[in-house]
């Protein structure tokens, strides 16, 4: 049995600046043919899973590509086709095979097709026909379209957020795609939606209410072959956007449609419960500074690189310095501001203009009176249950020191996933007084063991948790919260 593998990962921010094109993905992580297998069994990745699956079930893996990019603007044309037709390509050397394991997002917006997982899966489609099962797995954040449920055999959602189960997901479809090959099942999926947008930060998989859908979806899943729930990408303007519930049962399309209805109804009934209630910047940082318990952690939820924001926000490292914090740490995306300390060398001081230079939405940037502490090539692997075994670049990486702050400055955005992006710097989170994180909730898996407490931040951005800040043009409306229901 043969199976094509791969994936196409693209969380996008339709109102970013910062179009997304092959360059965006060859920065992060682009791997072609036999290299996607080698690099990523082991990883805490959905290719990892494909492989474990591949042992179990006893398939041969045909491996095409493998293009993870960290959230930006829509995904250029030329783009899809330079990854699809590296597909193909590798599909007309192999002849037939038995199905296709893919790893989607499901909320890539196409700058010519905005639901650009839908199109991915109708290129694939039309790559192996209609007899050939196609099975995929996507985020947690994933906009699922109809077309996508149309084209698709099965589709597996991630169940945690921070993501930790990429593993546990591409073996389900693994095993799900198999079962079909092998026609002991035959897979009917049912989606439903209902017409609200949430905010990351209140998808928390851990937290109420998110919690509660998820224990329902594991009861559901007694029913079914496969139950996943997604929370949405709001910042995505797509007639798709917004969480859903999908259903995955063994021809039983009326017991699909009733278990993702239950589901969906009982999102719908949560819908105030899931509206943001967070401190301004100014209560945050007053909060963390009387802390007597440490670390803190403070989380720029407005600038959450991973939901497409360019990490060079402002707007509480501004704070910190008014209110004379001790003991903070901030990161900041600035190539300029590193190349000018580079130039500057270890163990000089300069005024340096720091962030605030990507957009008009991240606040200004600022001069800061600072010494020049490391340098460091920004390379680094991560430990532990987030993207354990993958290798992270942050491009060239400089850490400075100003009055009762580190700050550290990357030349490439890079979410906080893992504790060894700062350990790799030579800064030990465990004994730092305030860390500030660019991100949401995904930080959660690595500092929320370290951290004495979490303060989420009402910090104005890209991926602010007010959503009437942003001109829909193509969502579905009515929407909640944005219209009166
Ligand atoms: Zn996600």
Not at 25 to 42: C, I, P, S, T
Request: aromatic share 8%; hydrophobic share 40%; glycine share 8%.
């Amino acid at each position: 049995m043969k199976i094509l593998v791969g994936g196409i990962y693209h969380e996008t921010h339709s109102f970013s600046n910062v179009p997304t094109d092959i360059g965006s993905f060859r920065r992060v992580l682009l791997l072609e043919g036999e290299e996607v297998v080698e690099k990523l069994q082991g990883t805490v990745s959905e290719m990892a899973g494909f492989v474990e699956g591949a042992k179990r079930f006893g398939f041969d893996l045909i491996p095409t590509i493998w293009a993870w990019g960290v959230s930006t603007g829509p995904v250029k044309a030329a783009t899809f086709d330079y990854l699809l037709d590296s597909v193909r390509r590798t599909l007309e050397q192999e002849g037939q095979v038995d199905g296709v394991l893919f790893a989607l997002h499901g909320a890539c917006v196409g700058e010519q097709d905005p639901d650009g997982d839908g199109y991915i899966l109708s290129k694939l489609r039309s790559y192996v026909g209609e007899d050939t099962p196609i099975a995929v797995t996507l985020d947690f954040h994933a906009n699922t379209s109809d077309r996508m449920v149309r084209i698709a055999d099965v589709i597996v959602g991630y169940d945690t957020y921070p993501h930790v189960d990429q593993v546990e997901r591409g073996l389900e479809a693994a095993e799900l795609i198999v079962r079909t090959i092998k026609r002991e099942i035959k897979p009917v999926i049912a989606l439903e939606k209902p017409p609200m947008l949430i905010v990351p930060y209140k998808q928390a998989t851990a937290a109420y209410p998110m919690n509660e859908l998820l224990i329902l979806a594991q009861r559901c899943e007694r029913e079914a072959l496969s139950v996943t729930v997604s929370g949405g990408f709001p910042y995505s303007d797509v007639p798709e956007t917004g969480p859903g519930a999908l259903v995955i049962t063994d021809n039983q399309p009326e017991l699909a449609r009733r278990l993702a209805r239950e589901i969906s109804s009982r999102m719908w009934e949560l819908r105030e419960e899931f509206l943001p209630r967070l401190p301004s910047v100014k209560e945050a940082v007053t909060s963390s500074i009387e802390s007597e318990h440490w670390p803190v952690i403070l989380a720029d939820v407005g600038d959450n690189i991973g939901a497409g924001t360019p990490g060079d926000g402002t707007f509480i490292l501004q704070e910190l310095i008014d209110q004379q914090a001790e003991g903070a740490v901030v990161t900041i995306a600035d190539p300029m501001a590193v190349a000018q300390a580079i130039e500057v060398g270890v163990g000089k001081c300069v005024n340096l203009n720091i962030g605030g230079k990507c957009d008009r939405f991240h606040g200004e940037a600022l001069d800061v009176e600072c010494c020049i502490k490391l340098i460091s090539d920004g390379v680094f692997t991560n430990r532990g249950h987030m993207r354990d075994g993958l290798v992270e670049k942050m491009g060239r990486t400089v850490v400075v020191e100003a009055p009762g702050i580190k700050i550290v400055l990357t030349e490439i955005k890079m979410p906080p996933w893992n504790l060894e992006q700062l350990r790799s710097v030579g800064i030990t989170p465990e004994n730092e007084k305030i860390i500030v994180v660019k991100s949401a909730v995904a930080f959660r898996a690595a500092y929320e063991p370290i951290a004495k407490s979490i303060i989420e931040v009402n910090s104005p951005g890209l991926s602010t948790v007010d959503l009437k800040q942003f001109d829909y043009e193509y969502i579905k409306r009515p929407i909640f919260p944005l219209d009166q229901f």
